[in-house]
């Protein structure tokens, strides 16, 4: 990409607080942001070729989106906890198999989505994350949900397309979680902890693609209860 163009991109975003260039091929960072760190609100560097997110992004202190999906990132450098106003983290489409433990200072964050990876363990300590919205980590190589999942605040976990045989029954205990999708995971009827259908908030639970057929869920003890809050959620935005 031409220095002319990179810099008309600059000039707009100092105005806006905005810098999106997708699909540019970019293999790095582009070290020219530097200048915008009191600027730069949003990023979007989607479809690109980065594969090393630098130290320096700790210095956009008020960043609140940071977009990098379709790019070649396996990790993420540990200061990315500096990032205090960050609300959107979406990196989905990479190579990151886990995340840092500073992520956690995120305190901002409520969307953190990480589709496509190749992470193989549910990520420890996002409990932190007291304002956490959506979690997404479908298309990645987790096994098990462990019971630290409870500690989660987000309304929404999708977990579709992973390799997940063990559900913890600590997961219907999250304070706030409604929705949790689990479709086309290794799960049996018998690793449905029961509690999540009887005594959690959850009002969709999406199943399909297991190893059960998913009427057989009208068997298990609670069902009812789940369908009532099911049809009071779809009620209420009908």
Not at 1 to 23: D, I, P, R, W, Y
Not at 118 to 134: C, K, V, Y
């Given at each position: ?8 991109h600059?000039?707009?975003s100092?105005k ?7 699909g540019k091929?970019?293999q ?12 730069l ?23 609140k ?10 990790c ?32 901002a964050?409520?969307?953190l ?13 996002l409990g ?18 462990p019971?630290?999942?409870?500690e ?14 063990i559900l913890?029954?600590e ?7 409604k929705?949790l ?11 449905i902890p ?18 059960f057929?998913?009427k ?7 069902y ?10 779809k009620?209420?935005?009908?």
């Amino acid at each position: 990409m031409g220095n002319s163009a990179l810099k008309s991109h600059l000039e707009t975003s100092q105005k806006t607080g905005v810098f999106q260039l997708t699909g540019k091929g970019l293999q790095e960072f582009p070290e020219e942001l530097q200048r915008l760190t009191a600027n730069l609100r949003t990023v979007d560097l989607s479809g690109n070729r980065i594969e090393v997110l630098p130290a320096t992004i700790g210095n956009f202190l008020q960043l609140k989106s940071l977009t990098l999906n379709s790019n070649r990132l396996t990790c993420l450098p540990t200061e990315i906890s500096k990032l205090k106003k960050l609300d959107t983290l979406s990196l989905n489409g990479n190579q990151i198999q886990q995340l840092p433990s500073t992520l956690c200072q995120l305190k901002a964050l409520r969307t953190l989505s990480l589709s496509g990876n190749q992470i193989s363990e549910f990520p420890s300590g996002l409990g932190a994350l007291r304002q956490l919205d959506l979690l997404d980590l479908s298309r990645n190589k987790i096994q098990s949900v462990p019971s630290d999942v409870s500690e989660l605040q987000a309304i929404e976990i999708n977990l579709n397309q992973n390799q997940i045989s063990i559900l913890s029954p600590e997961v219907s205990t999250c304070p706030r979680l409604k929705v949790l999708r689990l479709e086309e995971n290794c799960l049996e009827l018998s690793s449905i902890p029961l509690s999540i259908l009887k005594d959690s908030q959850v009002s969709l639970f999406s199943v399909e693609g297991n190893l059960f057929e998913v009427k057989k869920l009208r068997d298990l003890d609670g069902y009812e209860q789940y369908m009532e809050r099911f049809t009071a959620t779809k009620k209420k935005f009908a």
